[in-house]
T-cell receptor
Framework: NAGVTQTPKFQVLKTGQSMTLQCAQD?????MYWYRQDPGMGLRLIYY???????DKGEVPNGYNVSRLNKREFSLRLESAAPSQTSVYFC??????????????FGPGTRLTVL | RKEVEQDPGPFNVPEGATVAFNCTYSNSASQSFFWYRQDCRKEPKLLMSVYSSGNEDGRFTAQLNRASQYISLLIRDSKLSDSATYLCVEDTGRRALTFGSGTRLQVQP
């Protein structure tokens, strides 16, 4: 089991460029999440998907779009990157979110710099 | 008011010391809580779960005080390898877990 995988690990973009961050999990989890983490700050939820075919906004969705391609994959797209989107992006998955024992498992992160 | 509040630290302790972190939460209906560990520039990893009054795993003890709405993490016999940021996490039953901003621990030789 690879767990949660993310690609790429590092990326540098110019302002206005677009890109897609990829995330996949092999744990058969229903729920998947995208977070960003800025220096000295906590994790902020961008978007999440409670199950295949559904997506919902988190606390900081502006400037991003997501696609839950299938149960395994959840991608995050920046249509027109801005310097304010320089951050570390973490993808996470969770079995169902309906059991008190469920918790989230994180991928290794993508470090994005927008110039 | 933030839903999960933690002292950012840093807590600087010598090897072998006992250190404790507290975390307060705002939703009295929350069922479960977690402590995650995050090393510099790495992903958060689950350290412990807390469902009832507490949980113990080796040198680590997590306790839940529902009356005062806080959870704590106690680390005994600190090791250099315990240096990390510890994230307090609340499951409010909503869309995703709610993460605190973390408490940084530095264990010194």
């Amino acid at each position: 089991n690879a767990g949660v995988t993310q690609t790429p690990k590092f990326q540098v973009l110019k302002t206005g460029q677009s890109m897609t961050l990829q995330c996949a999990q092999d744990m058969n989890h229903n729920s998947m999440y995208w977070y960003r983490q800025d220096p000295g700050m906590g994790l902020r939820l961008i978007y999440y998907s409670a199950s295949e075919g559904t997506t919902d906004k988190g606390e900081v969705p502006n400037g991003y779009n997501v696609s839950r391609l299938n149960k395994r994959e959840f991608s995050l797209r920046l249509e027109s990157a801005a310097p304010s989107q320089t951050s570390v992006y973490f993808c996470a998955s969770r079995p169902t979110g309906r059991s008190i024992t469920d918790t989230q498992y994180f991928g290794p992160g993508t470090r994005l710099t927008v110039l | 008011r933030k839903e999960v509040e933690q002292d950012p630290g840093p807590f600087n302790v010598p090897e072998g010391a006992t250190v404790a972190f507290n975390c307060t939460y705002s939703n009295s209906a929350s069922q479960s809580f977690f402590w995650y560990r995050q090393d510099c520039r790495k992903e958060p990893k689950l350290l412990m779960s807390v469902y009832s009054s507490g949980n113990e795993d080796g040198r680590f003890t997590a306790q839940l005080n529902r009356a005062s709405q806080y959870i704590s993490l106690l680390i005994r016999d600190s090791k250099l390898s315990d240096s990390a940021t510890y994230l307090c996490v609340e499951d409010t039953g909503r869309r995703a877990l709610t993460f605190g901003s973390g408490t940084r621990l530095q264990v010194q030789p």
